[in-house]
C-alpha cells in the first residue's frame, strides 16, 4: 500500500552510510528499498480547485530532463491550458537544480494539485553536463523522480515500482556515471471529472536496456494499473524510451510494448506523429533525433494530440525532450 507523505522523509545519515557500503547486489538493493520510507511513498501537496475537472480537457506529458527552469516549464503548460500533467525526470533537493522541489514549484506557479514519487536516490551530483550547474557540492535530498499535476484533487493514488532489482545499482545499467538507489517507476491517480473519474498514470521506463526489458516494465505497469483503476478509462503518459540503447538504428519500431498494450485493450492513437528530443542545456549535443514519449489509453476519446516545443519564449530549452499535449474527453457511459 502506498504511504502519503506532506512531505518525503529525507535519507537519514545511517541510512546513507548503508547505501554507500552496499554490496552492489539486487538483495542488498532490495533490503536498501524496504529500509528507505520514500521508495514506497508519495509526497501530496499543492493547492487548488476543489471542483472535478471538465469531461475534455487538455493533458500533457512530459520528460522535463530535472526541471532547471520550474516557472517557465510551468508557463509552457498554461499557455496550453494544461489541467494534468504527467511529468517525469524530477528533481527534489538536487544541487543541479538548485535543490529545489521541481514538481512542487510547477505546482505552485500553476496553482495546481501534485503527487510526486521517488524514481532514484542519487548517489551523486549527476552527469558531466548537469554539475555545471551546481552551486553546491552535495544534494540536500537527493530525490529523482515522477510527478502528476492536476487542476482537481486527488481522489486516489499509487506509487508502481517497474525495476525491482537495482538495474543502476548494481551495475546491470553498464557503466555509468549517475550511481542510483531505486528504479523506474509510476504514479497512478484517480482523478474527478464531470463525466467521472479518470485513471491518469506519469511513468518513465528504462534508457539503459534492451526492448525486453522496457516490454516486462510495461507488462508490470498494465496489470498493477488494471487492479489500481478496475474498469475506469486510462492514460498513461511519458518517457518509454522506445527505441534507446539498440544500435544502430535505435528505431522505436522494435519495440514490442505497442502490440502489448494493445493486446490489454489500450490504443496510442493520442500520440502525434514526429521525433519528441531536442538539443538542450543537460544534452547540448544529441546525436540523434529519438521518438521516446507516447500517450496510451483506454476507454477515452481524444484529438489534437500535438508535440510542443519545449522552449521559453526567447528560444531557451526547457529539457532534452518536447511536451506530448493532447485533448481527452472522457465519456460518461464509461464512468457510471
Not at 1 to 11: A, G, H
Not at 50 to 64: E, F, Q
Not at 67 to 77: G, I, K, M, R
Not at 275 to 299: A, E, N, Q, V, Y
Request: with cysteine; aromatic share 6%; hydrophobic share 40%.
Amino acid at each position: 500500500m502506498t504511504q502519503i507523505f506532506d512531505r518525503l522523509p529525507d535519507v537519514t545519515d545511517s541510512q546513507r552510510a548503508a547505501i554507500f557500503s552496499a554490496a552492489r547486489t539486487s538483495e542488498a538493493h532490495a533490503q536498501l528499498m524496504r529500509e528507505i520510507p520514500a521508495m514506497t511513498g508519495l509526497e501530496v501537496g499543492g493547492s487548488g480547485p476543489d471542483a472535478p475537472l471538465a469531461g475534455r480537457l487538455s493533458i500533457a506529458a512530459w520528460n522535463v530532463e530535472r526541471c532547471l527552469d520550474p516557472e517557465e516549464s510551468a508557463a509552457l503548460l498554461q499557455r496550453h491550458d494544461v489541467k494534468v500533467a504527467l511529468l517525469s525526470e524530477m528533481d527534489s533537493g538536487m544541487a543541479r537544480t538548485g535543490q529545489r522541489n521541481t514538481v512542487a514549484a510547477m505546482a505552485e506557479a500553476m496553482g495546481m494539485h501534485y503527487a510526486f514519487g521517488v524514481e532514484f536516490y542519487e548517489m551523486g551530483l549527476g552527469g558531466p553536463t548537469e554539475r555545471h550547474f551546481c552551486k553546491d557540492d552535495f544534494n540536500a535530498r537527493g530525490w529523482h523522480g515522477n510527478g502528476i499535476l492536476s487542476a482537481a484533487p486527488f481522489e486516489r493514488l499509487a506509487l508502481i515500482r517497474l525495476d525491482r532489482d537495482g538495474h543502476w545499482f548494481t551495475g546491470a545499467a553498464g557503466q555509468t556515471d549517475q550511481p542510483r538507489v531505486g528504479g523506474r517507476m509510476a504514479v497512478a491517480a484517480v482523478l474527478p471529472t464531470e463525466a467521472g473519474p479518470v485513471c491518469v498514470v506519469s511513468t518513465h521506463l528504462e534508457s539503459n536496456a534492451q526492448a525486453p526489458h522496457r516490454h516486462a516494465e510495461l507488462a508490470r505497469l498494465l496489470t498493477e494499473v488494471e487492479v489500481f483503476a478496475g474498469e475506469m478509462p486510462v492514460l498513461i503518459g511519458g518517457d518509454l524510451n522506445t527505441g534507446n540503447h539498440m544500435p544502430p538504428d535505435y528505431d522505436w519500431r522494435q519495440e514490442t510494448l505497442f502490440a502489448l498494450a494493445e493486446e490489454r485493450g489500450y490504443a496510442w492513437s493520442l500520440t502525434p506523429d514526429g521525433t519528441t528530443t531536442r538539443k538542450s542545456l543537460i544534452t547540448p549535443h544529441p546525436t540523434r533525433k529519438m521518438k521516446l514519449d507516447w500517450f496510451c489509453h483506454r476507454g477515452l476519446t481524444g484529438a489534437g494530440g500535438q508535440i510542443v516545443p519545449a522552449l521559453t519564449p526567447d528560444d531557451t530549452p526547457l529539457s532534452d525532450h518536447e511536451c506530448l499535449v493532447g485533448q481527452v474527453t472522457v465519456p460518461a457511459s464509461r464512468c457510471a
